[in-house]
């Protein structure tokens, strides 16, 4: 979990001065609007649009803009959205899963080919990358003022989380996929705003690359997040302590 947790921690500091807001906000709308559509309006009655809705708050989408994602679905059997995944490698072999949601499929799988054909990249047959990765719970909030981290912990581990880890007040927590459910009832019992939970594919191991390399596995990751068809992007990179450093510049 090492490797991993240094790339979240990275993620997570340019995320915060990240000035790509709208693309951020297209995923996360996009994420409500499947979820609306497939469990209904009633967040209450449907937990994938209550746990959408919660990531959404926890990147500062506007209310008004989470409302229109949902009325999106209602009265209407047009929205269909299809979710794909696409697994690969980049250069230096670093394994690459990719998870999209799509109104088009055609344009989806066209546009994620021409990223790996031009990165020195390669598809996959789906399902050969599976056996690399761990579909693990992930949640990453910052650390309540006054709260005592110990006894945090306590509580997290008791509801099911198997690591926690504090960068400075930033927190991020994981669980089993089947805990997922109870750690994010805990922390709502809490009353802690998470900035993100959800499922992710976590690598068995980790890989390190020269920089050289790096920049062009950066450059198909950057590629592949900034489409607006591609929800999440996960991958077995481990970055050295210098090359964190400098990412985090």
Not at 193 to 200: F, H
Request: net charge negative.
């Amino acid at each position: 979990m090492a490797g991993h947790s240094k790339w979240a921690n990275i993620k997570h500091r340019k995320g915060a001065q990240d000035a790509k807001r709208n693309k951020l906000f297209t995923k996360l709308g996009r994420e409500i609007t499947v979820a609306a559509k497939e469990g209904g309006p009633d967040p209450e009655m449907n937990p994938r649009l209550r746990l959408a809705i919660q990531n959404a708050k926890g990147s500062n989408m506007p209310k008004d803009t989470i409302e229109r994602a949902i009325k999106k679905t209602q009265g209407s059997d047009d929205i269909i959205f299809e979710e794909l995944t696409y697994e690969g490698y980049s250069k230096g072999g670093i394994a690459i899963y990719v998870e999209c949601s799509t109104d088009n499929t055609r344009r989806t799988v066209q546009n994620v080919k021409s990223y790996f054909a031009k990165l020195e990249g390669s598809l996959a047959k789906n399902g050969s990358l599976e056996f690399l990765f761990d579909r693990k719970g992930v949640f990453n909030f910052e650390l309540p003022e006054g709260m005592d981290e110990e006894e945090l912990e306590l509580e997290l581990i008791d509801a099911g989380a198997d690591d926690i880890e504090v960068h400075e007040q930033h927190v991020q927590v994981t669980s089993v996929m089947e805990d997922f459910g109870a750690v994010n009832k805990k922390l709502e019992e809490l009353n802690i705003e998470v900035t993100s939970a959800n499922l992710q594919r976590i690598p068995h191991t980790t890989k390190e690359v020269d920089d050289e390399v790096l920049e062009v596995v950066m450059k198909l990751i950057d590629r592949l997040e900034d489409d607006d068809d591609v929800q999440q992007v996960f991958h077995d990179l481990e970055l050295t302590d210098a090359q964190a450093e400098k990412m985090l510049g």
